[in-house]
């Protein structure tokens, strides 16, 4: 399945960030909220979007999912590959990066969505 990763889309601001990974059928909007000034606290929601920017609710109605526990750990670890200085001078794999980032992101929008 292809995908398009964009990270830290133009929207984002200091303590808001915006990454989008677009599929050929539909798309995923993540957002990360830090608070405090040190930016330790951080909240990750994403939803799942057609194409045509339509919300596709959850199966238990909502629209969007929060990441938390251990999920949340998962998902700090992956991103902090991504903002590496590694991956930003290309010392790493960076397909291989943004797979296990995209999987990860993939394997909780099946879990929590059907989407046919």
């Known amino acids: ?12 601001t200091a303590n808001l960030i915006f990454n989008t990974i677009t599929f050929d059928a539909f798309k995923i909007n993540i957002v990360e909220r830090y608070f405090g000034p040190a930016k330790k606290s951080c909240e990750v929601l994403f939803k799942v979007r057609t194409l045509d920017d339509k919300i596709v609710e959850r199966r238990d109605g909502n629209m969007r999912v929060k990441i938390k526990n251990e999920d949340l750990e998962t998902y700090r670890q992956l991103l902090s590959v991504l903002k590496s200085y590694e991956y930003k001078n290309h010392l790493i794999n960076r397909k291989n990066a943004d797979q296990d980032y995209v999987h990860f992101i993939l394997r909780l929008v099946i879990m929590n969505y059907d989407l046919n």
């Open 1 to 12: 399945m292809n995908y398009k990763l964009q990270l830290h889309t133009p929207e984002s």
